[in-house]
């Protein structure tokens, strides 16, 4: 891309053009390097949208209230991006896009930007490009932002360090009475929703959920936030303006207790840490052709332990390496 299409594109992002936007998103999930310099100088216009992390189990109905949540959100005029993250299609490498297929109804809508990643082998529950895309929503003037994760699994809690506000969202009937306590769920919620509670198991749901809460509560750091449980149905409309006012109460505590900044630097540390990872392991895969076959012979006549040959591999790699 060149210079000349680089100022373009940025103040595309900046006018909040839907293609620039579009267009700048493509370029941080093709992890171009030529792209760094644009994707720089809009990070460092891009401090006023509040983040919010959707995540929960597969099957929680978590789609469906984003959308619901976005409606909402719209009649205050605000506008919102939503990243939805897929899992990965084992044929094409994309993402399968079921987000984007419940969320049809909101595409009319010029106030609300989606956009579906694929999670492309990335741990976490996140894309790869999910921090750069929050960054350039920020930027085009998307008042909040909605990560919406591939779904929590036992190491799937990485949103909670990308989000101002992390809701957590549990289901009845899926068959585990303590989905809160697997996967950490626990601890990384501000708030917590139980989707489908038109169903008769909901209140079941509701009352162990709570009752962890109160549990879970009295172990951990003193905070301004007491986490809450919303009971919600996307389907008859309920809860979701509840869950919204949650949503902006929990900013407006964060903000007033001096915890804002203590999370924007938790946030920052995570995309440091991200961010070399992500370097590391795309210098190691352009460099490593060539220097595993010998290796792997050795290894499977038991010339050599794992460990020596990982090493090995390493060594031969950094040395070509070039940050």
Not at 127 to 153: C, H, K, M, N, W
Not at 156 to 176: C, N, Q, W
Not at 294 to 314: D, F, H, S, T
Request: aromatic fraction near 4%; charge should be neutral; glycine fraction near 8%.
């Amino acid at each position: 891309m060149s210079v000349v299409a680089s100022k373009d594109l940025v103040k595309g992002v900046f006018e909040g053009r839907i293609w620039a936007i579009a267009r700048m998103i493509t370029r941080a999930e093709a992890s171009d390097r030529a792209s760094e310099d644009a994707l720089a100088e809009i990070y460092k216009s891009s401090r006023n949208a509040h983040v919010v992390g959707i995540t929960g189990v597969p099957g929680s109905g978590k789609s469906t209230l984003v959308a619901e949540l976005c409606k909402t959100i719209r009649k205050s005029g605000r506008k919102v991006g939503i990243i939805a993250v897929d899992p990965t299609s084992p044929f094409s490498g994309g993402a399968i896009l079921g987000d984007r297929i419940r969320m049809g109804e909101l595409v009319g809508d010029e106030g609300v930007f989606i956009r579906s990643m694929a999670t492309r082998g990335a741990l976490g529950g996140l894309s790869r490009a999910t921090l750069p895309a929050i960054d350039i929503l920020d930027a085009a003037g998307f008042d909040i932002v909605i990560i919406e994760t591939v779904g929590v699994g036992q190491d799937e809690v990485d949103v909670v360090r990308a989000a101002h506000t992390t809701v957590v969202v549990s289901a009845p009937g899926l068959g585990d009475d303590i989905q809160a306590i697997k996967a950490g769920i626990l601890e990384i919620a501000d708030i917590h929703v139980v989707s489908k509670c038109d169903r008769s198991d909901a209140n079941k749901t509701i009352s162990e959920l709570k009752n962890m809460l109160a549990i879970g509560l009295g172990l951990s750091a003193p905070s301004a936030w007491t986490p809450s449980v919303i009971a919600t149905s996307a389907a008859k409309k309920e809860g979701i303006d509840t869950l919204a006012e949650a949503i902006d109460s929990h900013v407006k505590v964060l903000k007033e207790s001096g915890e804002w900044q203590s999370r924007r630097l938790t946030m920052a540390e995570m995309r440091l840490l991200k961010t070399a990872e992500d370097i590391l392991r795309d210098e190691f895969e352009r460099h490593r052709a060539g220097k595993i076959q010998a290796l792997v012979k050795k290894l499977a006549n038991a010339e050599i332990a794992p460990q020596g040959a990982a090493r090995k591999l390493l060594e031969d790699v950094w040395k070509e390496i070039s940050l």
